[in-house]
């Protein structure tokens, strides 16, 4: 279950920083989270649910997801491409030497808090 | 009423995992202790490979390992009447990957002191190689009838491993594998890769495994 350790760690951060920031409640957690990051949005909303429920400042956030379209850059020809329909193989010359440049992020961009 | 606000923070979940694992890696090195990552499908032969090995190596170094599991001691149970050397279990409580906090943690209920210490991660190919353990280096063992087309389905996994083992390669002719495709696949994604073909059962290649590991204790310590 790969999305609740996830879950588990983005918790960790998230009640860290109200912490830091004096926050008494957290309405929601907004994460940018990569079409090729490995992380199944459905699973992961399922899990935060639960997770949470066992939180205190955390107890009713909900989690909004934003995702990031995965694009990767061949070398050869020097164009982008979307990951998700043409993987390693770029489209436009058939090369394999391509790589990643956006879609495996997991990120934290922000909360919408309750001051204490 | 309430005073909401939004806090804006940016921040990749990995990253403190991954300083973490830096300053972890940092005071292994600082003590001259080689802490190795072994990653694996289920069923590859993890525990099998680490029991030659270690019966090979214990009389020249101190050993211990930490077998991390969602449950159960029988790896660490298996390795400790096998070989004799100190073994603890982890259990990651349903989790699928070690993080290096988890590490910190197994390495402080070590009972004895070692030099080199192998940690067996969860039987999986996808998330523990997301995770960095803190580990001063990470191997992985595929085995024979997992197929030889694995690197090209887990990048990741082979892209983040200094050491690849190939284990079963006495039964290489029932399954068509092919040996050499498979080392061409593990150094496209990882062209620094060392790879070691080795038969845990016939003891094929141990050898030059623990090779590997004691140089690599050695350098540990500055003493290479």
């Given amino acids: ?116 | 009423m309430d005073q909401v606000r939004v806090i804006e923070i940016k921040k990749s979940i990995f990253e403190d995992n991954d300083r973490d694992a830096d300053n972890l890696r940092a005071e292994l090195k600082g003590k001259g202790v080689f802490l190795l990552n072994l990653m694996s499908s289920p069923g590859s032969g993890k525990t099998t490979t680490l029991i030659k090995t270690i019966n090979s190596l214990k009389d020249r170094m101190k050993i211990a390992v930490m077998e991390a599991d969602i449950d159960s001691d029988v790896d660490a149970k298996k390795i400790q009447e096998a070989t004799g050397v100190h073994s603890i279990q982890l259990h990651t409580g349903g989790m699928c990957h070690l993080d290096a906090e988890m590490t910190r943690q197994g390495l402080a209920g070590l009972e004895q002191e070692a030099d080199l210490v192998i940690l067996e991660n969860v039987g999986n190919l996808v998330c523990p190689a997301e995770f960095d353990t803190g580990a001063t280096k990470n191997c992985m063992i595929l085995s024979v009838p997992e197929g030889h087309d694995k690197p090209l389905k887990y990048p990741l996994m082979f892209s983040v491993c200094d050491l690849v083992l190939i284990n079963k390669i006495d039964v290489m002719p029932y399954f068509d594998f092919d040996l050499d495709l498979c080392k061409k696949y593990v150094l496209k994604r990882n062209p620094n890769a060392r790879i070691i073909p080795i038969c845990a059962k016939t003891g094929e290649g141990i050898e030059e495994f623990a090779k590997w590991l004691e140089d690599n204790v050695h350098k540990q310590k500055g003493e290479k």
């Fill in chain 1, 1 to 116: 279950m790969h999305e609740l350790g996830i879950a588990f760690h983005c918790i960790k951060e998230v009640n860290k920083i109200a912490q830091e920031n004096n926050v008494a409640k957290i309405n929601s957690v907004t994460i940018q989270l990569g079409e090729v990051s490995t992380v199944i949005p459905e699973y992961f909303e399922d899990v935060w649910n639960w997770a949470v429920k066992k939180e205190t400042i955390l107890k009713d956030a909900k989690v909004k997801i934003e995702i990031i379209k995965a694009v990767t850059f061949c070398e050869d020809c020097k164009r982008e491409y979307p990951t998700v329909q043409f993987g390693k193989i770029c489209p436009n010359c058939g090369s394999d030497n391509t790589y990643l440049v956006t879609g495996n992020e997991f990120v934290i961009k922000e909360i919408e808090a309750v001051d204490q």
